[in-house]
């Protein structure tokens, strides 16, 4: 076997393979290095997806004559300072790129010219690298954003490595990549001006914001991901040790079917991570159905020394020095700023109401007046098909916990024309005995009886469970579980923890765990499985989050059976009560499964349907 040096041609193609994958990858590379050379406008242009021409141009500070054959040689930044004994700290990284390979990569496969003028200078330069051809600099116009900065054309992509080619997929669809990873820039920094251009049309165009922190962030975000992002979004701000959690979270009522519109940034870097993923959806679990995902844009900001963005050559991912902190800082935000929301639901239930309904006339049958509610029925009686009237427990008798009480007690101390003015209003009717209907001061409520006291319930069992600790059942027989050796030293580690949560182990010689309790509320359970499935929650996540979830799993079910059914006639009283439990409750305007527990239509919108406005 003879080991040969590959031609620097070679290198620079490999190279190439590994950081420019597509056109999407070029243009992110490119962006990057115009925000990191100080940029405030950025012109994006493409032609056939990309792969016909790439043009960045920008009005950074631009790079010297001098200095314009270095850009296009490997491992040469500008973004990394050797100290005094020549060490470099590749984990100090302050910059969105620094590894020095992007354009002498793209050179290497496609036609390149970078055309700048430096600030200060008098002069701009152009130099072009054709299939890793390199022609030296020379004098060119300027013609630009401002009186410096740098253009970047790449011209037939891939033409040097005609193969790449094959594999490249439709032109539309290229262009939707690069699309979305300028989109990603331009939420991370919404100071920055943005603008695309594919084929000679302006895809979007964002203004540099002027209050980036704050509203200005909420206004690119909204731009990006939709004019329903900013009513339906909560803002997040919390500081833990020397990291910054930041950005917006949607409300649990706006969701979506996929994690595409979870966008995560760490020190501005847009970033796939599975601990920010797996955080969010633990913030989430009780929330959502299974099926659906929240719309967020989170940014998280750190000490660089704290995390290495240098774990993927695309640095798309990064790992923290303490990810249990971050991941703690994640869900204990999202679950305070959740809690905060209260009983909000998302405005996006009751647009979906009128974009569906459509003014029409029925003629109706003639009506059969049954009287007054107190001549009809007995409070808690129910009108069967049949005709026949059935005596059922009333609300209170059948879940009556002393909040709920107190709640009743309120219902009924004022007056019912001013409980119009709480926030889900004063109930007036409830019809087919499934769905309270309340007026508030300036539209009216709908509210899903079961779902609302589904959630009700479920949180004070949560609190329940919070404050009086896990009940745990002793086994007859202890079970041996047979685990690998790594395994079950990282479990029994976490012995104290688990057994907080009503698990009691310990070790049972190499490679087994011996469980002797369990959490009374599971039940019968296959323990085998379940140290199986902790197991890889704590290698992944260093927490038992597993058990946890099976726990609210079982609450949230018996939140379900023991809540007020579809069918049940509630007084007023009781309708009442509801309303206001829900106002005071954390996460009541979503249930357990994610489904909205109420929706809230507003006078002005119910006037249009019916053409008086």
């Known amino acids: 076997m003879t080991i040969r040096r590959l031609p620097p041609e070679a290198v620079n193609r490999i190279a190439a393979g590994e950081v420019i994958e597509r056109p999407a990858a070029a243009v992110k590379e490119l962006v990057e290095n115009a925000l990191d050379a100080g940029a405030k406008r950025i012109v994006v ?73 430096a600030r200060g200078a008098d002069d701009a330069w152009t130099l072009e690298v054709e299939g890793g051809a390199l ?13 410096h900065g740098t ?44 603008s695309l251009e594919h084929d000679g049309r302006v895809t979007f165009r964002y203004g540099a914001e002027a209050d980036p922190e704050n509203e200005g962030r909420r206004t690119r975000l909204a731009a990006i991901l939709g004019a329903d992002f900013a009513p339906n979004c909560i803002a997040l701000d919390q ?76 640095k798309t991912e990064v790992r923290f020095r303490d990810a249990t ?7 204990g935000a999202l679950s305070h700023a959740l809690a905060g929301a209260g009983h909000r639901a998302s405005t996006t239930t ?35 098909p049949s005709g026949r009237v059935e005596t059922q427990p009333s609300f209170a008798e059948a879940i009556a916990p002393a909040d709920l009480e107190s709640a009743i007690a309120l219902a009924t101390a004022h007056d019912p024309e001013d409980a119009r003015f709480f926030p889900l209003g004063a109930a007036r009717a409830q019809i087919h005995e499934t769905y309270i209907v309340a007026q508030t001061e300036d539209g009216i409520v709908i509210v899903d009886q079961h779902a609302a006291h589904e959630r009700l319930v479920y949180e004070r069992m949560k609190q329940m469970l919070a404050s009086g600790g896990v009940r745990r059942q002793a086994l007859l027989i202890p079970e041996v ?8 030293e990282a479990l029994t580690a976490r012995a104290e923890e688990l057994a907080q949560l009503g698990l009691v182990i310990e070790p049972f010689g190499a490679g087994a765990i011996l469980v002797r309790e369990t959490p009374a509320l599971l039940g019968h359970i296959d323990a085998a499985g379940l140290l199986k499935d902790l197991v890889d929650d704590v290698a992944e996540l260093g927490e038992a989050h597993a058990l946890k979830e099976r726990l609210e799993e079982v609450c949230s079910s018996m939140a379900c059976r023991g809540s007020v059914r579809a069918g049940r006639r509630l007084t007023g009283d009781e309708m009442n009560a509801l309303l206001r439990q829900m106002e005071a409750t954390p996460f009541s305007g979503q249930c357990n499964h994610g489904r909205p527990t109420y929706v809230e239509l507003k006078l002005a919108d119910i006037e249009k349907l019916f053409g008086r406005r």
């Open 45 to 117: 242009r493409i032609e056939r997806g990309g792969l016909g021409l790439i043009s960045i141009e920008d009005d950074g500070s631009g790079i010297s004559r001098e200095e314009l054959p270095l850009a296009v040689e490997r491992h040469a930044t500008s973004k990394l300072t050797a100290g005094i004994g020549g060490d470099v700290d590749l984990l100090n990284i302050h910059t969105m790129g620094f590894r020095g390979e992007a354009l002498p990569s793209i050179g290497a496969v496609a036609r390149l010219s970078i055309l700048s003028r």
């Open 135 to 147: 022609h030296p600099p020379r004098p060119a116009a300027w013609a630009a954003l401002s009186a």
């Open 151 to 194: 253009r970047v054309d790449v011209r037939d992509l891939f033409f040097a490595t005609p193969a790449r080619l094959k594999f490249m997929k439709s032109e539309r669809a290229e262009m939707m990549a690069v699309s979305e990873v300028v989109k990603r820039l331009a939420m991370a920094r919404p100071d920055v001006a943005f």
């Open 239 to 314: 500081v833990r040790a020397d990291v910054r959690l930041s950005g917006f979270a949607g409300l649990p009522t706006f969701h979506r079917g996929t994690r595409e519109h979870q966008h995560l940034f760490v020190n501005g870097r847009p970033v796939k991570d599975k601990l920010i993923v797996g955080a969010v959806r633990a913030a989430y679990q009780d929330l959502l159905a299974r099926d659906r995902h929240p719309v967020a844009a989170l940014f998280l900001d750190l000490p660089p020394g704290d995390v290495d963005v240098n774990v993927h050559p695309a």
């Open 325 to 331: 902190l971050v991941r703690g800082l994640i869900v």
């Open 350 to 384: 009751s647009a979906t109401i009128f974009s569906a309904a459509r003014p029409h006339y029925t003629p109706q049958p003639m009506l059969r007046v049954w009287g007054t509610a107190e001549e009809a029925l007995a409070p808690g009686d129910f009108v069967m």
């Open 481 to 488: 579980v047979e685990l690998d050796p790594a395994e079950a």
